[in-house]
C-alpha cells in the first residue's frame, strides 16, 4: 500500500507522488512551504538550474555542453504550521555567438543552498575527423538512492562537422539522459538539446558544420545548431511519517488508532467527530440494534460510560 501523502500547503508549483516505502512532494518553483504536521526526518533533495551549452554560431568543431547543477542531499526537522522559504534556480541562457552561455542560479531550501551550474561538461568533436561529441557528467543520484533518478547532469558535447556529404556525427548524450549534443554534419550543424526541466542538467553544445562555395573547391567555417539551454533546477522532498492525529496517549500525539486489531476509521465523542470515519463499522463493536452505530465508548477500564444519547437507547 502506497504512503499517505502529509497534508502541505505550497504557493509555488508542485506535485506530490507516493509508493509502499516513501512519499514525495517535488516543489517546482519557488515559493512558501508549510505542513500541517511535525516531520522530525525530512529527507530533501535540492538541484540547482544547470548551465546552457556552448556555441559560436560558426565552426567546424563542435562545442560543449554545459555542467549540471550542484546536487545536496539533506534530513531536515520541519515543525507543524511554519512556513519554510523555498527557492528554485533557473536554467542557464544557450550560447550565442560572441556570448558565452548563462550560469544556472542555485536553488535553496531548510538553511541549505546548491549552487547553479557553470562552465563547461561533456568535451566537443573536432571538425573534420567525424568526431563524436562526448557525454555530459553523469549527475547524482536524488537522496542517494540508486533506485531514484539521477539530477545536475551535463550537457553533451556536440559533435564536429563531416567531412563527406551523406554522415553524420553523434552529439555526446547528456549526463543521466538529458541535454545530449547537437549532431555534427556536412551541411548543416545539428541543434542541441536543452537540459531538461526540474532536473538542473546542463544544456548540450552545438554541433559543427561545413559549407561549400558554388564551386564546391572551397569549405567555409559557417552557422552552426543552436546551443541548448539549461534545465530549471528542483527541490524534492520525501519521508515515511505519516501525520498526526488528534488523539494523546501518555501524552504522545498519535499517528493511527488500533482497537481490536483494526485500524479506526472514526472516533466520536459525545456525538462530536474526533477523527475520521465510521469507527463502529470498522470495529463491529456497537450496532445500535442492527443500525451503523456513529458513538463510541470513552473512558478506561471499568469505567468505561457510553455517551447521553447512547446511554438513554440502551
Known amino acids: 500500500m502506497a504512503k499517505k501523502i502529509p497534508s502541505y500547503e505550497y504557493t509555488g508549483e508542485h506535485e ?8 514525495y512532494i517535488y516543489l517546482k518553483s519557488s515559493g512558501s512551504l508549510t505542513f500541517g504536521h511535525e516531520k522530525k526526518m525530512l529527507e530533501a533533495c535540492i538541484v540547482g538550474g544547470g548551465a546552457g551549452g556552448e556555441s559560436d554560431n560558426g565552426g567546424t568543431d563542435g562545442e560543449r555542453g554545459g555542467n549540471g547543477g ?44 546548491a549552487s547553479g551550474g557553470e562552465g ?13 561529441g562526448e557525454a555530459g557528467g553523469a549527475g547524482t543520484y536524488a537522496f542517494g538512492d540508486s533506485s531514484m533518478l539521477r539530477y545536475g547532469g551535463g550537457g553533451g558535447g556536440g559533435a564536429g562537422a563531416q567531412t563527406g556529404e551523406n554522415e553524420r556525427g553523434t552529439g555526446g548524450a547528456g549526463g543521466g539522459g538529458r541535454g545530449a549534443g547537437g549532431a555534427g554534419a556536412y551541411t548543416e550543424g545539428g541543434a542541441a538539446q536543452n537540459g531538461a526541466e526540474h532536473t538542473g542538467g546542463g544544456g548540450g553544445g552545438e554541433g559543427g558544420f561545413y559549407y561549400d562555395d558554388e564551386f564546391g573547391d572551397q569549405r567555409y567555417d559557417a552557422a552552426g545548431g543552436a546551443a541548448g539551454e539549461g534545465g530549471s533546477g528542483v527541490v524534492i522532498l520525501r519521508g515515511t511519517e505519516e501525520d498526526l492525529i488528534p488523539v494523546f496517549f501518555n501524552g504522545t500525539q498519535l499517528s493511527v488508532v488500533i482497537l481490536n486489531g483494526k485500524k479506526a476509521a472514526g472516533m466520536v465523542y459525545d456525538g462530536v467527530r474526533l477523527y475520521a470515519r465510521r469507527l463502529a463499522e470498522r470495529t463491529g463493536i456497537l450496532n445500535g440494534g442492527g443500525r451503523r452505530e456513529r458513538h463510541a465508548l470513552y473512558g478506561q477500564g471499568g469505567n468505561q460510560k457510553r455517551c447521553t444519547e447512547c446511554a438513554q437507547r440502551a
Open 16 to 23: 506530490a507522488a507516493a509508493d509502499e516505502r516513501y512519499w
Open 70 to 113: 550542484q546536487v545536496k542531499n539533506i534530513t531536515q526537522h520541519v515543525l507543524a504550521d511554519t512556513p519554510y522559504p523555498i527557492v528554485v534556480g533557473s536554467g542557464g541562457a544557450a550560447g550565442i555567438k560572441g556570448a558565452f552561455p548563462g550560469k544556472g542560479t542555485a536553488s535553496s531550501a531548510f538553511g541549505t543552498s
Open 120 to 132: 563547461a561538461s561533456g568535451g566537443a568533436g573536432a571538425g573534420g575527423t567525424g568526431g563524436k
